[in-house]
């Protein structure tokens, strides 16, 4: 176990619709980090976040926004689904935003149908 | 921009043989970490091994190892009498060495077998 929580575990969803991914890092840790997993991209950094401010950006489209709240759990928000969002979406977490280790969570598995 | 390359998509080895798993990158930097991570078919991103590039012993725990090659930018994977429990998708990720916020960017990934 990690020690990052991430829910829902899956989440079936429609083209046109909105969701919500929740991390809770792990305890003590600062950073928290959203990558998105699928067959045809790899592992595609998104976006990261130091104690509620947001510090660096990936491929992030602009249907999708992200934010560090006060108890340092995130939520990466995901609009106007399509087909291809369809992936496995991590987040990650690490003391610090410098070269330590980054802990993932289990993963949300989006399925835009 | 960092890229991080895995040129072997599938590796196979027997039971308690040992294998070792090839990367590369490419950057500019002088401060980095590069580190490798197993997901096996559960998809949980386990981390393996983490290398400072400032160290120059190779990083070790238990049966992992890794040969660091600066000047080549290679960073090669070993692991030492495979077990069943090692089949997984291992990927190779650099990270640069600030505190300003700093990504992890991943090679493609190889898939390895462990055989009975």
């Known amino acids: 176990d990690s020690g990052v929580t991430q829910t829902p575990k899956h989440l079936i969803t429609a083209t046109g619709q909105r969701v919500t991914l929740r991390c809770s890092p792990r305890?003590?840790?600062?950073?928290v980090y959203w990558y998105q997993q699928s067959l045809d991209q790899g592992l595609q950094f998104l976006i990261q976040?130091?104690?509620?401010?947001?510090?660096a950006k990936g491929n992030i489209l602009e249907r999708f926004s992200a934010q560090q709240f006060p108890d340092l759990h995130s939520e990466l928000n995901l609009s106007s689904l399509e087909l291809g969002d369809s992936a496995l979406y991590f987040c990650?977490?690490?003391?610090?935003?410098?070269?330590?280790?980054?802990?993932f969570g289990s993963g949300t598995q989006l399925s835009v149908l | 921009a960092q890229t991080v390359t895995q040129s072997q998509p599938e590796m196979s080895v027997q039971e308690a043989e040992t294998v070792t798993l090839s990367c590369t990158y490419d950057?500019?930097?002088?401060?980095?970490?590069l580190f490798w991570y197993k997901q096996p078919p559960s998809r949980q991103m386990i981390l393996v091994i983490r290398?400072?590039?400032?160290?120059?012993q190779n990083a070790t725990e238990n049966r992992f190892s890794v040969n660091f090659q600066k000047a080549a930018k290679s960073f090669s994977l070993k692991i030492s009498d495979s077990q069943l429990g090692d089949a997984a998708m291992y990927f190779c990720?650099?990270?640069?060495?600030?505190?300003?916020?700093?990504?992890?960017?991943f090679g493609e990934g190889t898939q390895l077998t462990v055989n009975p």
């Open positions: 976040y130091y104690n509620g401010e947001e510090r």
């Open positions: 305890s003590g840790d600062l950073s």
């Open positions: 990650a977490s690490s003391s610090t935003g410098g070269g330590e280790k980054l802990f």
């Open positions: 290398q400072e590039a400032y160290k120059q």
């Open positions: 950057t500019s930097e002088s401060d980095y970490y």
């Open positions: 990720a650099y990270r640069r060495g600030t505190t300003s916020g700093s990504r992890l960017t």
